[in-house]
C-alpha cells in the first residue's frame, strides 16, 4: 500500500487536466523538467557535445512565448536556469544569454532562431552549442520546444518537446502571459496536498 502511495505521489503532476486532478494533481517540478530537457539534449545529441571543454561552452538563452518573440516570462528565465544548472552538473561550460534586442529573433515564421549575430555571438564565446525554446500556452496546457543548436551552421543537434499542464505556481510564473486571455479557470490544490499540507 505503502509503495503505491509513493508512486501515485510521484506521478501526481502528470495528474494534472485529468479528472483525478482534485484528487492526486501535483505541482510541476522546474528542477526536474530542467534535468530531464538537458539530459535528454545531452544523450541525443549528434554529433555528442564535448564534456570538459570550458573553451567551447554551451551558451543558454531564455526561453520566449512564441507569441511573441522579444518577451520571456519567470517561467522562461526560471527553466533557462534549471538547464544550465545541468549541463555544468554533468561537467560542461555553460554562459547564459538573457533575451535583448541584439538576439532578437525572426518573428512570425513559427520557429525560434537566433538573429543572424548567431555567428558572431558564438565566434566571440566559442560556443560548441546553443540552447534555445519556445513555449506556447492554450488555455492550462503549455507545449515547450527546446533546440540544441550548433551556430556554425544552424545545424539541429538534439529536440526537446513537452506538452505540460499547468499548476498554479507555473501559472504564477508565467502570469505576465495571460493578461489577454479570456477568462482561465485557475488549478485547485488537489484533496491530497489540503489533507498532507493544509
Known amino acids: 500500500?505503502?509503495?503505491?502511495?509513493?508512486?501515485?505521489?510521484?506521478?501526481?503532476?502528470?495528474?494534472n487536466c485529468?479528472?483525478?486532478?482534485?484528487?492526486?494533481?501535483g505541482d510541476i517540478n522546474l528542477v526536474r523538467l530542467g534535468r530531464v530537457i538537458t539530459d535528454q539534449l545531452t544523450e541525443k545529441s549528434f554529433p555528442?557535445?564535448?564534456?570538459?571543454?570550458?573553451?567551447?561552452?554551451i551558451l543558454t538563452t531564455t526561453l520566449v512565448n512564441i507569441n511573441r518573440l522579444d518577451q520571456t516570462s519567470q517561467f522562461g528565465r526560471t527553466l533557462q536556469s534549471h538547464v544550465s544548472s545541468r549541463f555544468v552538473e554533468?561537467?560542461?561550460?555553460?554562459k547564459e544569454l538573457q533575451l535583448r534586442k541584439s538576439l532578437l529573433l525572426k518573428e512570425h515564421q513559427g520557429e525560434f532562431m537566433l538573429?543572424?549575430?548567431?555567428?558572431?555571438?558564438?565566434?566571440?564565446?566559442?560556443?560548441?552549442?546553443?540552447v534555445v525554446g519556445t513555449y506556447s500556452v492554450a488555455n492550462r496546457i503549455l507545449y515547450l520546444s527546446l533546440r540544441l543548436v550548433r551556430p556554425?551552421?544552424?545545424?539541429?543537434l538534439a529536440t526537446y518537446d513537452e506538452r505540460l499542464c499547468l499548476d498554479e505556481n507555473t501559472?504564477?510564473?508565467?502570469?505576465?502571459?495571460?493578461?489577454?486571455l479570456e477568462e482561465l479557470p485557475a488549478p485547485k490544490r488537489?484533496?491530497?496536498?489540503?489533507?498532507l499540507y493544509w
Open 1 to 15: 500500500m505503502l509503495l503505491l502511495l509513493l508512486a501515485l505521489l510521484g506521478a501526481c503532476s502528470n495528474l
Open 18 to 25: 485529468t479528472r483525478l486532478e482534485p484528487l492526486l494533481g
Open 48 to 57: 555528442p557535445l564535448m564534456p570538459r571543454n570550458l573553451e567551447q561552452p
Open 90 to 94: 554533468l561537467g560542461y561550460g555553460v
Open 115 to 130: 538573429s543572424r549575430d548567431l555567428s558572431l555571438i558564438a565566434e566571440e564565446h566559442h560556443a560548441q552549442a546553443v
Open 152 to 156: 556554425s551552421d544552424r545545424s539541429v
Open 171 to 180: 501559472l504564477q510564473l508565467l502570469g505576465l502571459q495571460y493578461e489577454e
Open 190 to 195: 488537489s484533496l491530497l496536498n489540503r489533507l
